[in-house]
Nanobody
């Protein structure tokens, strides 16, 4: 059994900062690529940031230069530092990871339950 648990969401004013955290636990052999996604009301879920096990990162233009994704492979944790937040960043943010539970295989995708981020004055 593998679990991803997010924390750190909340209400923040425009221009403010917030850091989200995600912790993976359970029967984990290896955590491969990790990512943050978000879903705003009435919209499709979108990719916010990705990070490989080696630390290579990618961002869409909508958050590039404002968001920073990072991870700690020794603790199986993921973080998202969000700066210069805008009202359009309001969404439920989800942690996602490809996790191997054994030596063989390519791993499976796991998702957290989501954490609400609201940007409003």
């Amino acid at each position: 059994q593998v679990q991803l648990v997010e924390s750190g969401g909340g209400l923040v004013q425009p221009g403010g900062s917030l850091t989200l955290s995600c912790a993976a636990s359970g029967n984990i052999f290896r955590v491969n690529a990790m990512a943050w996604h978000r879903q705003a009301p009435g919209k499709q879920r979108e990719l916010v940031a990705t990070i490989t096990r080696g630390g290579n990162t990618k961002y869409p233009d909508s958050v590039k230069g404002r968001f920073i994704i990072s991870r700690d492979n020794t603790k199986n944790t993921l973080a998202l530092q969000m700066n210069g937040l805008k009202p359009e960043d309001t969404a439920v943010y989800y942690c996602n990871a490809n996790i191997q539970t054994g030596l063989t295989g390519n791993g499976n995708a796991y998702w957290g339950q989501g954490t609400q981020v609201t940007v409003s004055s």
